[in-house]
Structure formats: structure tokens, C-alpha cells
């Protein structure tokens, strides 16, 4: 079983939709928890932290919860520009474990 | 701010031959890693360094050896390329502290031909 878990989708929407993402991992001492956004053969870049209280910014909103273990990323009013993979992120100090990704489309 | 900047971009070699990707962050990071990047294995890391002459193996250091003589440069060393080691390569920083995350590089996409 892999550390972090996503579903791989793809997850083709139309623009303005509301779209969710979940993403669990397995390590209980996870200590840190990120979405990175990578485009086509480019580097991740993060999009945002996730905190347990939730978090959000702007069209963006990330839930922890870590008696679940379960992260999630939720994209309201979706834009063509937000067509994307979605890394799901646990760290441990240093250490740094990436989920496969979530593959977005959306259309117009 | 340049940030973390690798070269080169782009770079086709052949089976044997001993090629090298730098990484040079401008951060002051301590922490410094290489990830390779293929189709349907996601991010998997190669090596990484938590200061100036101290590093270590990560996932998949087979056929690979850095160094890091000066905090600001990580450079990764395929010492005879093969062509299972064509895939894209990130560098990447960090402070190494909770709730510090990693800032990529914009790759080398390299290819053994």
C-alpha cells in the first residue's frame, strides 16, 4: 500500500463547477500536509498548506483530518486555467511523500 | 530572486556516458533533493542532502552519485547513463522543518539514447 493515496481521476468538469479531491495516508506520525499543483511536464508549485482547522484561499479550500487520515481539496467556480494535476503532500520534518496525483479537466 | 535554477533543460545522451544536472538554489535552504519524475511512478527521490557535505540515498540512487561541496549547489551525476534513466529530473529546497514545503525547480528532461 502506498503512503499516500489518490484517486488518479481524471476529473473532467465544466467550467464554474464545485470539485472535490481526496487524498488519504497511512502514517499517523505525518506531521505537515500540502497541495502542489503541477501542468504538463513542469514542476510542481505548491498551491497550498493544509491545516487541521481547514484553510482556505480564494477558490480554494483543504481539510485535514487526522483521525481519518484524510486530506481534501475542494475548487469552487472551477476556470480552465485550474485544468491541472493535484499532488496530494505528507511530510515528516524533512521528509517528503508525494501522492501519484489527481488529473483535473475542465472544459468549457 | 532566481529561487532554485536547473541546467540543462534539455539534454539527449548517450548509453555509457557520464552526464551531470545542477541544481543552484539561492535561498540558503538547507535541505536539497533530486527527484525523478515517470509515467506512472509520480515523484520518486533519488537523493537528497541535508547540508554542505552531508548526503543519502532515497528511493532510487542506483547509477547516481551527487555532491554538495557549497549549500547553494546539489549537482546529480549519471556516471554511465542508461536509457531506463530517461525522465524528467527535479531539483528541489527546503528548510527541512515542519510545515516547510518544497520548492521545485523547472526540470531537466533528459533522454538515453
Known amino acids: 500500500r502506498k503512503e499516500v493515496e489518490q484517486d488518479p481521476g481524471p476529473f473532467n468538469v465544466p467550467e464554474g463547477a464545485t470539485v472535490a479531491f481526496n487524498c488519504t495516508y497511512s502514517?499517523?506520525?505525518?506531521?505537515?500536509f500540502f497541495w502542489y499543483r503541477q501542468d504538463c511536464r513542469k514542476e510542481p508549485k505548491l498551491l497550498m498548506s493544509?491545516?487541521?482547522s481547514g484553510n482556505e484561499d480564494g477558490r480554494f479550500t483543504a481539510q485535514l483530518n487526522r483521525a481519518s487520515q484524510y486530506i481534501s481539496l475542494l475548487i469552487r467556480d472551477s476556470k480552465l486555467s485550474d485544468s491541472a494535476t493535484y499532488l496530494c503532500?505528507?511530510?515528516?520534518?524533512?521528509?517528503?511523500?508525494f501522492g501519484a496525483g489527481t488529473r483535473l479537466f475542465v472544459k468549457a | 530572486d532566481a529561487g532554485i535554477t536547473q541546467s540543462p533543460r534539455y539534454k539527449i545522451t548517450e548509453t555509457g556516458r557520464q552526464v551531470t544536472l545542477m541544481c543552484h538554489q539561492t535561498?540558503?535552504?538547507?535541505?536539497m533533493f533530486w527527484y525523478r519524475q515517470d509515467l506512472g511512478h509520480g515523484l520518486r527521490l533519488i537523493y537528497y542532502?541535508?547540508?554542505?557535505?552531508?548526503?543519502d540515498k532515497g528511493e532510487v540512487p542506483d547509477g547516481y552519485v551527487v555532491s554538495r561541496s557549497k549549500t547553494e549547489n546539489f549537482p546529480l551525476t549519471l556516471e554511465s547513463a542508461t536509457r531506463s534513466q530517461t525522465s524528467v529530473y527535479f531539483c528541489?529546497?527546503?528548510?527541512?522543518?515542519?510545515?516547510?514545503?518544497?520548492?521545485f525547480g523547472n526540470g531537466t528532461r533528459l533522454t538515453v539514447t
Open positions: 528541489a529546497s527546503s528548510l527541512g522543518q515542519d510545515n516547510s514545503p518544497l520548492h
Open positions: 502514517n499517523s506520525a505525518s506531521q505537515s
Open positions: 493544509v491545516y487541521s
Open positions: 503532500v505528507v511530510s515528516r520534518g524533512f521528509k517528503t511523500i
Open positions: 535561498w540558503s535552504h538547507s535541505y
Open positions: 542532502s541535508a547540508a554542505a557535505d552531508i548526503t
